[in-house]
C-alpha cells in the first residue's frame, strides 16, 4: 500500500485539497467531550433547540477515553483498551486527556509504536468516536471540541491538529472550555426560567465542575438574552488525587505487612489497587466505611482493607486547600453580585465525579454560605451539549437555510467574558501533521492486515458453528448428526488454534474447502439454509417496513407528546420483537426510543417527566436483557445501571446487572446486587439461583485465578 504521494501522505492530501473545495453549508454543531475517564458525542442541528447525545456501537452514551496498541494485535480504543490497561499497561494509555493537555511536546512509547507524538494518539482516538456521527452530519458539522481550562498551549495545538488529523478542516475545529460549555448548557436548557427582557436583572450562579483531572469555579450572571461570565478559576488537580492518595495510603499498608513487595513500582498490581480505590472513594459518598478488595496481585497478594470517610478526608486535604481558595476568592471578588438574586443566596450549581465528597460538599455550604447544593445540571451531558451549544451561538453561520426559520433563535445569545471564542489556536506545522499522517497510514495498513485476518478466521468460525447447530435442525436422525459433527471437528480446532498461525489465503481456501466437502456429503444442510434464508427475508421485509414507517413517524415529531407517542411504539415494537427472539433488532428498537426521548424539550412538565422516565426505565431494562443474550455483558451492566439511576431498587435492573458482572467476572458487585434483589423478591427462586451460581463460580475459579495471576506476576 502506498503511503505518499508527491511527498504527502494520502489522507494529508485529501484534508489539504478539502480546505480548497467551495464553502459548504455548515447545518450542524457537534459537541465532543473529551473526558479524563470517558468521552461523549452530542449533535446540535441548526433548527433545534438543544443537541441530542449520539451513542456508540454498543448503544452506550459515554465511551472510555483510552486506546491500546497490543504487539500483534490491532490498535484498539474505549472499551477494549480499558481492558488492556491492566493485563498489559506497557500499550495502553488511560491518560489519554492528562497527556494531551498537559505534557503535549512529550512522546511515549506505546505497544510497539516508539515517540508516538499526544496528537497522534488523540487524533486515533477522536477518529474512531467520529465513527458514531453521521457522515452526512458530520461533513456539514462545526466541531466543537472541549478543553480544560488548565490546558496548556501546547495542549490546545496538539488538541486541534488531532482533529485535523482526525480528519476535520482545520477552520471546521473550535476548541471550548469545559466551564464555558457548561454555562452555554445551563442557559439553554433553563431559558425559559431566566430573566428576560430589557432591565430585568440577571441572574447569579455559581458552576463548580469538579472533575477527575481538573477543578473550576465559575461565577456569572444569566439572562434568557445574555451570559457573562464574571471570572473563572481552575486548578489542574481534580478528584483522581483522591483515587490516587487512597491507593498510596493503602499501598503503604500493604508493604508495611509484606516487606520487599514494592507494589507501588508494579505496574499491573498498582492499576488493580487503585480501580478498587476508586469504587471505594465512590462509595464513600454515602457510607462512613468502605472495603478495598483485590486478589492475585504481585507475589500472590492479596488485599481486603477498609477505609474510612475520615481518612479519605484526611488523605483529600493538600486538593480540598487548592479547591477552597477558589472558593474563596470568587466570594470576596463577587459576594455581593452573587448574593443579589432573589433569594439573597448564592445559587450553586455542582457537576463532574469528585464534587459529592464529603469533604467537597462541606467547604461549599461552608464558604458560600447556602443549605443546599444545585443539581440541576446533567454532568453526563453538560460539556458535550455544552460545547455543541456554543459552537452554534459562536458561528451564527450554522443554520440549515439563509431563511430566518434556517437557525433556531435560541442559538442568538450574546456572550460576555468568555475566552473561547476570541482564542485563536493553531496547528502543528504542515511539515509535522504530514509526516504524523503518513506514520497514521502505515499503522492503520497495518490494523487493516490484523483486521483481514481474523474476519477470515471469524468466517471459518462461524461456518463451523452455524453447521454444528444446522445439524441439530436438518436432521433428526442421531446417527446422521454425529457424522456431520465428526466432518467439523477438524477445522473447529483449527480455527480455535488461531489458524497455526496461517495467512489468509490458506484460512480462506480451507473455508471453501470445507463448504464443497459439507454441500457433497450433507445436501440436507443447504436445504435447512434455504428454508432459513426465506424466514430471514420475510423478517427483514418486516423490519424494512417498521423502519420506513418510523422514519415516516419522527419527520412528524414536532411537539412532546407526538415525541412520547413515538417512543412508547418504539418499545412496543422491540418488546414484539424480543418474544420472537430477535434480540438485536429489538434492542434497535429500544435504543431508537431513548433516541426519541432524548429529543423531549420541557422537561418541567411532570406529567412528561414521569412518562419519559417510566418509557426510559423498559428501555433500558430491555436493552440490559437483549445485550445478555447477545452476550454483550457490558453494555448489559451499563444499561442495568441507567435503569437504577431512574429505579434505584429495581429487583429486574439489580437481577441484570448482577448477571452481567458474574460474566464480567466482577464477583463483588454480582454479589451484591444478586443478594439485594434476592431481598426485594422475597428470596425469589431464579435469583437465588443466580446467587448460587455466583457463588459457586467464584469458588471454583479463585484457586485458578491466584495461580494465573502469581505466573503473570513472577
Not at 443 to 456: G, N
Request: with cysteine; net charge negative; aromatic share 4%.
Amino acid at each position: 500500500m502506498s503511503c505518499v504521494e508527491k511527498g504527502k501522505p494520502r489522507r494529508f492530501v485529501e484534508m489539504a485539497e478539502s480546505a480548497e473545495a467551495p464553502t459548504v453549508l455548515l447545518s450542524y454543531s457537534l459537541g465532543v467531550d473529551v473526558g479524563y475517564n470517558v468521552s461523549r458525542l452530542a449533535l446540535l442541528e441548526a433548527t433545534s433547540k438543544m443537541p441530542k447525545i449520539l451513542r456508540n456501537e454498543l448503544a452506550n452514551e459515554s465511551t472510555p477515553t483510552s486506546i491500546a496498541f497490543p504487539p500483534g494485535e490491532a490498535r484498539m480504543y474505549g472499551d477494549n483498551a480499558t481492558s488492556k490497561e491492566i493485563s498489559k499497561p506497557q500499550c495502553a494509555v488511560g491518560d489519554l486527556v492528562q497527556w494531551a493537555h498537559r505534557h503535549a511536546t512529550e512522546t511515549r512509547s506505546v505497544g510497539d509504536v516508539d515517540e508516538l507524538a499526544a496528537s497522534s494518539a488523540l487524533g486515533f482516538f477522536l477518529r474512531n468516536l467520529l465513527t458514531f456521527v453521521p457522515k452526512e452530519s458530520l461533513a456539514a458539522a462545526k466541531v466543537t471540541i472541549s478543553v480544560p481550562p488548565t490546558c496548556s498551549e501546547a495542549g490546545l495545538i496538539a488538541t486541534k491538529s488531532a482533529a485535523v488529523l482526525a480528519g476535520i478542516p482545520a477552520e471546521r475545529v473550535f476548541l471550548a472550555s469545559s466551564s464555558e460549555a457548561i454555562l452555554a448548557y445551563m442557559h439553554h436548557s433553563q431559558r425559559t426560567s431566566l430573566p428576560s427582557g430589557e432591565g430585568a436583572s440577571p441572574l447569579p450562579v455559581v458552576v463548580i465542575d469538579v472533575g477527575k483531572g481538573n477543578a473550576s469555579v465559575t461565577a456569572a450572571t444569566l439572562t434568557a438574552e445574555k451570559i457573562t461570565i464574571l471570572s473563572s478559576k481552575a486548578i489542574a488537580v481534580g478528584s483522581q488525587h483522591i483515587d490516587d492518595a487512597i491507593a498510596e495510603h493503602v499501598v503503604k499498608q500493604l508493604d508495611a505487612k509484606h516487606k520487599g513487595s514494592a507494589l507501588r513500582n508494579h505496574a499491573k498490581s498498582f492499576q488493580k489497587i487503585l480501580r478498587e480505590c476508586r469504587k471505594a472513594n465512590q462509595m464513600l459518598s454515602s457510607v462512613d466505611s468502605a472495603k478495598v478488595q483485590a486478589e492475585g496481585l504481585k507475589d500472590d497478594i492479596d488485599v481486603n482493607l477498609p477505609v474510612t470517610r475520615k481518612e479519605a478526608d484526611e488523605l483529600a486535604a493538600p486538593f480540598l486547600d487548592q479547591l477552597v481558595n477558589l472558593f474563596k476568592e470568587t466570594v470576596a471578588e463577587h459576594g455581593a453580585t452573587l448574593r443579589s438574586g432573589p433569594t439573597n443566596e448564592v445559587r450553586v450549581e455542582c457537576v463532574g465525579a469528585g464534587w459529592r465528597s464529603s469533604c467537597i460538599t462541606d467547604a461549599i455550604k461552608s464558604i458560600f454560605g447556602v443549605t443546599r447544593i444545585g443539581v440541576s445540571l446533567d454532568g453526563n451531558m453538560a460539556v458535550g451539549e455544552g460545547c455543541a451549544i456554543l459552537g452554534a451561538v459562536v458561528d451564527a453561520s450554522i443554520r440549515k437555510s439563509d431563511a430566518e426559520e434556517g437557525r433556531d433563535a435560541l442559538h442568538t445569545v450574546e456572550l460576555e467574558g468568555f475566552i473561547s471564542p476570541n482564542r485563536v489556536v493553531d496547528t502543528l506545522p504542515a511539515e509535522t501533521l504530514a509526516s504524523l499522517a503518513q506514520t497514521e497510514e502505515i499503522l492503520l495498513a497495518q490494523d487493516e492486515v490484523i483486521h483481514v485476518r481474523i474476519r477470515a478466521i471469524n468466517a471459518l468460525d462461524s461456518y463451523v458453528l452455524q453447521t454444528l447447530d444446522a445439524a441439530y435442525h436438518c436432521t433428526k436422525d442421531s446417527a446422521r448428526q454425529d457424522e456431520l459433527r465428526s466432518a467439523l471437528l477438524e477445522d473447529e480446532e483449527y480455527a480455535r488454534d488461531d489458524c497455526n498461525g496461517d495467512a489468509v489465503d490458506v484460512i480462506e481456501g480451507r473455508l471453501e474447502a470445507l463448504r464443497a466437502r459439507i454441500a457433497e456429503k450433507f445436501p440436507e444442510v443447504a436445504a435447512h439454509y434455504e428454508a432459513k434464508k426465506a424466514e430471514e427475508q420475510r423478517k427483514d421485509e418486516e423490519l424494512k417496513r417498521l423502519s420506513e414507517l418510523a422514519q415516516s413517524e419522527e419527520k412528524e415529531l414536532k411537539s412532546d407528546p407526538q415525541r412520547l407517542r413515538a417512543a412508547q411504539q418504539r418499545r412496543e415494537q422491540g418488546q414484539n420483537l424480543f418474544k420472537q427472539e430477535h434480540w438485536a433488532e429489538s434492542q434497535t428498537r429500544f435504543v431508537q426510543a431513548l433516541s426519541i426521548l432524548g429529543e423531549l424539550y420541557d422537561l418541567k412538565d411532570e406529567e412528561n417527566k414521569k412518562k419519559k422516565d417510566e418509557i426510559a426505565l423498559s428501555c433500558h431494562l430491555n436493552i440490559s436483557s437483549c445485550s445478555i443474550k447477545l452476550q454483550m455483558w457490558r453494555n448489559a451492566l451499563n444499561n442495568a445501571t441507567s435503569a437504577l439511576e431512574l429505579s434505584p431498587q429495581n429487583p429486574k435492573a439489580l437481577f441484570r446487572r448482577g448477571q452481567a458482572a458474574s460474566m464480567m467476572n466482577d464477583y463483588a458487585t454480582a454479589r451484591a446486587d444478586l443478594e439485594l434483589a434476592k431481598q426485594l423478591t422475597n428470596g425469589d427462586a431464579g435469583v437465588a439461583a443466580e446467587l448460587d451460581a455466583v457463588n459457586a463460580k467464584e469458588a471454583a475459579e479463585k484457586s485458578k485465578e491466584k495461580k494465573m495471576f502469581s505466573r503473570m506476576f513472577a
